[in-house]
C-alpha cells in the first residue's frame, strides 16, 4: 500500500457546502431589526427624569439595540467569510420532553410569583432549569439557585430600584 493510498483512508470525507450559510443571514437580519425595534421604542419613552436620575431610561435600550445590529452586522459579515454560525446538534429531532418541562417551568413561575415572591419562585425556577438541563448535583443546585434569587431580588431593590414581589416573604426581605 502507498503513502497515499493511506492517507486516504484516514481522509473526512464529508463536504462543507459551497458559499455562505444564506439561512444565517435571517438570523443576522432578525437581530438588526430587533435591534431597531428596541431603539425606536426608546425614542418613544417620555422624558422621565428624576433628582437621582437626571439621564432617565433612555439611554440603557439605545445602547442594547445598538449593540444588537453591530451584533447583527458582525455575524453577518462573519458569514460573507465563510462561517457557519453556532453548530447544533441537528441529526435528531428535538428534545420535546425538555422543552416542554422547561416551558411547564417557566409557566409555574408566572403563576406563583406573586404569591410566593421572587425569592421562592425565582428560586424554583432556577433549580427546575438546572435538573431539566442535566444537574444531578440537586443540593447544590438548589444552594446556587437560592443565592441566584436572593442575588436578583436585591440587586432589582437595590441596584436599579426596582421593587420584585416579596410573597409570603414579606417583612422578612
Known amino acids: 500500500m502507498s503513502d497515499l493510498d493511506r492517507a486516504d483512508e484516514g481522509a473526512d470525507t464529508t463536504t462543507e457546502p459551497a458559499g455562505p450559510d444564506r439561512a444565517q443571514y435571517w438570523v443576522a437580519g432578525v ?3 430587533l435591534g431597531v425595534v428596541v ?3 426608546a425614542l418613544r419613552l417620555g422624558g422621565f427624569t428624576a433628582s437621582n436620575d437626571p439621564i432617565g431610561p433612555k439611554p440603557v435600550p439605545i445602547i442594547l439595540g445598538s449593540l444588537l445590529i453591530v451584533v447583527a452586522v458582525l455575524y ?3 458569514v460573507a467569510r465563510g462561517g457557519r454560525g453556532e453548530g447544533g446538534e441537528t441529526d435528531g429531532p428535538f428534545d420535546w420532553r425538555t ?3 422547561l416551558c411547564a417551568i417557566f409557566i409555574a413561575n408566572a403563576l ?3 404569591w410566593l415572591g421572587w425569592v421562592i419562585s425565582g428560586s424554583l425556577l432556577f433549580w427546575g432549569a438546572a435538573v431539566v438541563l442535566g444537574s444531578r448535583r440537586y443540593f447544590l443546585a438548589l444552594a446556587a439557585a437560592v443565592v441566584l434569587g436572593l442575588a436578583t ?5 437595590i441596584g436599579l430600584g426596582v421593587g420584585l414581589p416579596a410573597g409570603i416573604l414579606q417583612g422578612i426581605l
Open 31 to 33: 437581530l438588526a431589526a
Open 39 to 41: 431603539i425606536v421604542d
Open 76 to 78: 453577518a459579515l462573519d
Open 99 to 101: 422543552i416542554g418541562l
Open 112 to 114: 406563583v410569583i406573586e
Open 153 to 157: 431580588f436585591y440587586g432589582f431593590a
